[in-house]
């Protein structure tokens, strides 16, 4: 009969820790769900949206209230490295934008804005940019105060202008595949807005 207690109380052990376990499971999946709660309505408060596909959307990109500021130039930063590259012409100018736009050097959005730079973001950040800047513009946020379609279009035009040249000499050659990409983002941009 000792062994059969023994084996009982093993047996108890083991479901009390698996039930343990499952308690401190849920405890933490309700702690991680009550964070992105609280990232989602820090984000609609610095954006203005409330949708919570478009919440959801711009957190699966990578998107927070500190870093959502640099959306209004991935359409800029796309024509940048249309030609396989950012030149020091283009940083100079994204990182001039980026200031202009209340960016400070060294905030979560400058750092995110740093590692575009330096690595070509994800082709679904470039690719859903024009629906949810548009999402922006409509909301009033402030991080698109006083921006306009056409002033992105503007900063694209700038950019892709920026690093013409030859022997040294500025041409301001805009490559064709610069030239289709600006006629899209125009084109995206402008009828979102309507």
Same mark, same amino acid.
């Given at each position: 009969?000792?062994?059969?207690?023994?084996?009982?109380? !093993?047996?108890?052990?083991?479901?009390?820790?698996?039930?343990?376990?499952?308690?401190?499971?849920?405890?933490?999946?309700?702690? =991680?769900?009550?964070?992105?709660?609280?990232? !989602?309505?820090?984000?609609?408060? &610095?954006?203005?949206?409330?949708?919570?596909?478009?919440?959801?959307?711009? &957190?699966? @990109?990578?998107?927070?209230?500190?870093?959502?500021? /640099?959306?209004?130039?991935?359409?800029?930063?796309?024509?940048?490295? +249309?030609?396989?590259?950012?030149?020091?012409?283009?940083?100079?100018?994204? /990182?001039?934008? +980026?200031?202009?736009?209340?960016?400070?050097?060294?905030?979560?959005?400058?750092?995110?804005?740093?590692?575009?730079?330096?690595? =070509?973001?994800?082709?679904?950040?470039?690719?859903?940019?024009?629906?949810?800047?548009?999402?922006? @513009?409509?909301?009033?946020?402030?991080?698109?105060?006083? @921006?306009?379609?056409?002033?992105?279009?503007?900063?694209?035009?700038?950019?892709?202008?920026?690093?013409?040249?030859?022997?040294?000499?500025?041409?301001?050659?805009?490559?064709?595949?610069?030239?289709?990409?600006?006629?899209?983002?125009?084109?995206? @941009?402008?009828?979102? &807005?309507?």
């Amino acid at each position: 009969m000792p062994d059969h207690d023994a084996f009982a109380e !093993r047996g108890r052990a083991l479901e009390e820790e698996y039930f343990r376990k499952k308690d401190r499971e849920l405890v933490e999946k309700m702690r =991680r769900g009550a964070a992105a709660d609280q990232a !989602r309505g820090e984000l609609s408060a &610095q954006t203005g949206l409330a949708d919570p596909s478009v919440l959801a959307e711009l &957190q699966d @990109l990578g998107f927070t209230a500190d870093t959502v500021a /640099v959306l209004p130039l991935v359409p800029v930063l796309e024509l940048a490295w +249309a030609e396989g590259g950012i030149t020091p012409a283009e940083r100079q100018l994204l /990182v001039s934008l +980026a200031r202009s736009r209340g960016i400070a050097e060294g905030s979560a959005a400058d750092r995110r804005l740093a590692e575009w730079m330096a690595n =070509r973001p994800s082709p679904a950040v470039f690719a859903n940019a024009g629906r949810l800047i548009a999402a922006l @513009l409509d909301s009033g946020a402030t991080v698109a105060t006083g @921006l306009t379609a056409d002033q992105l279009v503007a900063y694209c035009e700038q950019i892709a202008s920026a690093s013409g040249g030859l022997l040294g000499l500025p041409i301001r050659a805009v490559s064709m595949e610069e030239r289709t990409l600006l006629t899209r983002i125009a084109g995206d @941009l402008n009828t979102r &807005q309507r």
